[in-house]
């Protein structure tokens, strides 16, 4: 088995094309492990992280993206936080709120009744710059990859095809994840290139392949089997390790308390004798005991004049 995940930038049929393909098998199943996120939620963790881990690759500039499906499914909101050097990290409201039946192999687990059908599919991109780029589209299918395609097609405009998948086992355990995007470049032709491979590359195919490598495939090696038999013409053109990762530190959780009204924190101060955050993201909970609390009161009081 590959011990490291991987992302890769590709051109294809001498840049017609471009192709992203990501292996994230040990970063979804670290996401799963921190949410108790079993079977479906799983599968829904590691669609949504391969999908937001794809679409923060497609610049060669460092860009953070934030992609969030929010369904009217018992799953609630799944959203994701994504950077091109392939750091990213995951919260999924209700892990809990689908049973898992048990069943495993390649067949592909549907999402919708856990996700829902209505909703919306929002994506933020930053570049750093002044200003970030924002763009929504109504959830259709509630299977999260073929969501983020539409999303691309209708609100990027940029015709593309993709498909992401994560198989479990039979204790609903992830066992393997990942993902392929393709799509057009500018001035490049390659709307029926495009298009071809929507139609022949079928929604279960990738399962298929993954089920078949049993996690033994690197990115590269997946893209060749999944764009067969025209992938003598990929070109890969740069590699990225994908990472679990999480910015919260006790520090950021400290600044986030000095926010709150002195009000709020004289009444932890006084009722709760201390304070509990946990980070949605990735499960760490940071403790502040009542003399930190007061420390923290005293520090947001603004400076009194001198006489």
Not at 55 to 71: F, I, P, R
Not at 267 to 272: F, G, S, Y
Not at 273 to 299: D, H, M, P, W
């Amino acid at each position: 088995m590959i011990d490291r995940d991987e992302i890769i930038r590709c051109l294809i049929e001498n840049g017609r094309a471009r192709v992203v393909a990501a292996t994230t098998t040990h970063t979804v199943r670290e996401i799963a492990r921190r949410h108790d996120a079993r079977g479906v939620a799983a599968v829904a963790l590691g669609r949504a992280v391969t999908a937001g881990l794809m679409l923060a690759t497609l610049t060669k500039d460092e860009e953070q993206v934030t992609l969030q499906v929010l369904g009217d499914g018992p799953l609630g909101s799944v959203t994701v936080d994504a950077r091109s050097s392939g750091r990213v990290r995951a919260y999924l409201k209700h892990p809990g709120a689908v049973p898992w039946s048990g069943t495993s192999g390649t067949t592909r687990v549907a999402l919708a009744a856990a996700v829902g059908s209505k909703g919306v599919v929002s994506v933020i991109r930053d570049l750093g710059l002044a200003q970030n780029y924002a763009g929504q589209t109504t959830l259709r299918t509630g299977e999260i990859d073929s969501d983020v395609e539409n999303y691309l097609l209708e609100s990027e405009q940029i015709d593309s095809v993709l498909r992401c998948d994560t198989l479990v086992d039979g204790q609903g355990e992830v066992v393997a994840s990942a993902g392929l995007l393709v799509q057009t470049l500018p001035q490049a032709e390659g709307a029926a290139l495009v298009e071809f491979i929507r139609q022949t590359l079928d929604e279960r195919r990738l399962g298929q392949v993954l089920s078949e490598a049993a996690g033994s495939s690197d990115a590269e090696t997946l893209a060749r089997s999944l764009l067969s038999p025209m992938s003598d013409s990929l070109q890969t053109l740069e590699r990225r390790p994908v990472t679990f990762f999480c910015a919260c530190t006790r520090a950021r959780v400290a600044a986030i308390l000095e926010m709150l009204h002195e009000e709020d924190l004289r009444t932890m101060i006084r009722d709760e004798n201390q304070a509990q955050v946990t980070c949605n993201f990735c499960g760490e909970r940071y403790v502040f005991s009542e003399s930190e609390l007061e420390l923290i009161r005293r520090k947001r009081q603004p400076a009194q004049p001198a006489s």
